[in-house]
Every structure is written in structure tokens, then in C-alpha cells.
């Protein structure tokens, strides 16, 4: 397996139950470095970038809701990178099945996950499930910079002028 990164999602309804240290102390367990954390406003370009690989299912606009926060007054998420060896399972053994009512009750999933009267599975928590979508979805929710490691092969340019905000 050798040294990995993965994408973690803390969702919205992880976010508003106010889970985010419970679920960090869990993750600690694995003894991955994180190597990037950002709080992030998701907006619906991004959330259907996130989830392309699904976009032809019957669930996928509840997905899209789901992750941008309209079920939970939370419209953000926090996003995180875990590196290490076998960063991958790691993560994915701790967060538990998909399904909340599948997923070990030590497992995150199975400890704060639930599935809505109306099917929504809010499982409080995203895991990358394999290398290649690892790196998709570090590459989407993260630039070279916000990382501590340039963990995948990266480039320097001139940027053309582009607009910052600054603090007054």
C-alpha cells in the first residue's frame, strides 16, 4: 500500500450536531498526519464535481443538497487530508459502512450516522474510496498550497491578475 492520502469530509450534519472533535479524536486513532483542513462553503458546482461518478443515480440531487448543507442550516463542510501508509483503509475502516444501519456502532457511521424518514443516508462523514479518487478529490477541494506536502505533482506559473479580499 505504501504512504497515501485521502480526502475526508466532515458534512453538514456532522457540523450542526457539533461532532467535529469527536470525530477528529476518532480519526487520530489511525496515526495519519493530517496534511490539510479548510472549511468550506460548499456551492453546487463543486458538490456536483464531488459526486460526478454518481450523477446518473435516481439519489443524486438529495446528494447534491445533502452535502451543500440545505437539510441542516449548515452550508459548509469541513475537508481535511490524511497522509500516511495506507492512509486509505485506514480512514474507511474507522468511518464504517456507507449505510448507517450497516456500519459497526464503534465505527463513526455507525455511532452518528441515521437514515432520514425520507431514505437520506446522513452519515456525517466522507471518506475517498480508493487512490485514484483520493486524488481527484484532494485535487478538487484543495490547491497545492493549502497542503503541507506537495503530495502529487505540481507546477509553478505566473498568475494572471486575479481578485483577493484582504482584511480592511
Known sequence: MGIEQTLVLIKPDGLKKSLTGNILTRLSETRLEIAGARIVHVNRELAEEHYALLKDQPFFEELIKYIMGEFHERRKVMALVYHGEAAIQKVRTICGATNPEEADPRSIRGAYGRITTSGIYENAIHASANPE??????????????????????KEAEAKREKKLFWA
Do not use: D, G, K, M
Request: proline share 5%.
Open 133 to 154: 479518487e483520493a486524488e481527484r478529490e484532494v485535487r478538487l477541494w484543495f490547491s497545492p498550497e493549502e497542503l503541507v506536502y506537495h503530495i502529487y505533482a505540481v
